[in-house]
């Protein structure tokens, strides 16, 4: 089946840095990325779309110079949390477009980021 | 918009016994697709079943089916012969077009032994 990769699995930062997650399709393309953010016990909240080669599109509410998505390839999408602060803390997951409608999203097994 | 709804915050079932969990959704579109995720503490999210809109007969997978109510915009999960290892978060979500995916709140099971 489709993997997709999620890399690092967790970090820990000081407040003001920034911090990069990486998610990579490993055996097939994907044009469409998607990220969500998850707190403690709560659902999966749809952050932005990333597609190849454009700009990501970004959920209402979600500062776009805040999380910054970058997707160069067709394998690799990025998003990079800018000045975090404890509030960013948080679990991100990302997500590839399947190849057809009536298969699920492949996800990567999320990154715990912690701020302080 | 898309709307999904998980009104059960937790919900208990005894090994062996069988457990529904209920979903909800509201969209506009006529094609969509519905999914039912399992998360693990891990944090990994784990495919269960899929519904399609048009689709006539409800989906089955080994121990898990869907209990779908187009008319109600239902889409409820039975879990069959609940085991221990079934204790987790599940999440139900729907995505129309272009893959874009809601998921609901989510619902804690807790299997007893």
């Known amino acids: 089946g489709a993997v997709v990769s999620q890399h690092p699995s967790w970090v820990i930062c000081k407040s003001g840095t920034s911090v990069k997650i990486e998610c990579r399709s490993l055996d097939f393309q994907a044009t469409t990325m998607f990220w969500y953010r998850q707190f403690p016990k709560q659902s999966l909240m749809l952050m932005a779309t990333?597609?190849?080669?454009?700009?990501?599109?970004?959920e209402q509410g979600v500062e776009k110079d805040k999380f910054l998505i970058n997707h160069a390839s067709l394998t690799l999408s990025t998003l990079t949390v800018t000045s975090a602060h404890p509030e960013d803390s948080s679990f991100y997951i990302c997500?590839?477009?399947?190849?057809?409608?009536?298969?699920?999203?492949?996800f990567g097994n999320g990154t715990r980021l912690t701020v302080t | 918009a898309q709307k999904i709804t998980q009104t059960q915050p937790g919900m208990f079932v005894q090994e062996k016994e069988a457990v529904t969990l209920d979903c909800t959704y509201d969209?506009?579109?006529?094609?969509?697709?519905l999914f039912w995720y399992k998360q693990p503490s891990s944090g990994e999210m784990i495919f269960l079943i899929y519904q399609g809109s048009y689709d006539q007969q409800n989906a089955t997978e080994g121990r898990y089916s869907l209990n779908f109510q187009k008319a109600r915009k239902s889409a409820n999960l039975v879990i069959s012969a609940s085991q221990l290892g079934d204790s987790a978060m599940y999440f139900c979500a729907v995505y129309t077009g272009g893959f874009k995916t809601i998921f609901g709140a989510g619902t804690r099971l807790f299997v007893k032994a």
């Open positions: 969209t506009s579109d006529p094609s969509y697709g």
């Open positions: 997500s590839a477009a399947p190849g057809h409608s009536s298969s699920p999203l492949h």
């Open positions: 990333s597609n190849e080669g454009s700009k990501a599109t970004y």
